[in-house]
């Protein structure tokens, strides 16, 4: 009897790998943003936001708003949902004692991001803060990213065509944002071509003054020699 053959095969498996939910979502309308710390080895960003307020027509009481975000991943790791915080205690000694908390009543954020302020609730003494967080949906984990933001009576709002330009106008910001390398590198060939310009017409200048002088001279030794 002989010893048993040994058979191994071997089999090629292909991952791909479209997206691991490695970005966080990103507020728009953020005034500045803050780091922080939480403890001697981990910092949080956290972003100030300023909500664009409009009258709700049917209801004078009733301020309507909208908060926005957006996510770089892909599919479920991009869908996103925002709702109201309690503060952690950094994010109280950050804001300060000397405000109030916005009464939960007084707030309404959908997950999408729709705020309606009930300004009924509120006093004009007193300026309130109140807390947000926008999430992902991510598979294996879900990353978010805070916002907070002030509320004071009078409140400025905006009307509709007001909103619609606001919006136009930080649309513009972001594509300028996208396209900021493209621009760059467009306004260093014009500025190169701004120098070359430049010292091309100092050099006819030169050219036409020296010639002027030349023919100037030249009159002057004539007249001389005449007379």
Request: no cysteine; charged share 15%.
């Amino acid at each position: 009897m002989g010893y048993p053959i040994k058979l191994t095969s071997i089999q090629t498996i292909n991952i791909y790998v479209n997206d691991i939910n490695d970005n966080a979502p990103k507020w728009y309308h953020t005034i500045e943003s803050n780091y922080i710390q939480l403890n001697s080895l981990k910092q949080i960003i956290i972003y100030h936001l300023e909500p664009i307020w409009e009258i709700n027509q049917n209801s004078p009481i009733e301020l309507k708003s909208k908060l926005n975000a957006y996510d770089n991943d892909l599919n479920d790791n991009a869908k996103l949902q925002m709702y109201i915080i309690e503060p952690i205690d950094e994010y109280q000694q950050f804001i300060g004692r000397n405000k109030l908390s916005l009464p939960i009543d007084s707030l309404y954020l959908s997950i999408h991001g729709e705020l309606i302020l009930y300004i009924d609730k509120l006093q004009e003494i007193y300026q309130y803060y109140t807390f947000v967080r926008v999430q992902d949906h991510g598979i294996h984990r879900q990353l978010y990213t805070d916002g907070y933001f002030f509320i004071q009576l009078p409140i400025k709002t905006m009307n509709k065509l007001e909103l619609s330009m606001n919006s136009l106008n930080i649309t513009n910001r972001y594509i300028d944002h996208f396209n900021k390398s493209i621009n760059t590198n467009q306004l260093k060939i014009n500025t190169q071509s701004t120098w070359l310009w430049f010292n091309e017409f100092k050099i006819m200048i030169l050219l036409i003054i020296s010639l002027s002088l030349i023919i100037i001279l030249s009159i002057i030794i004539i007249f001389i020699i005449f007379i």
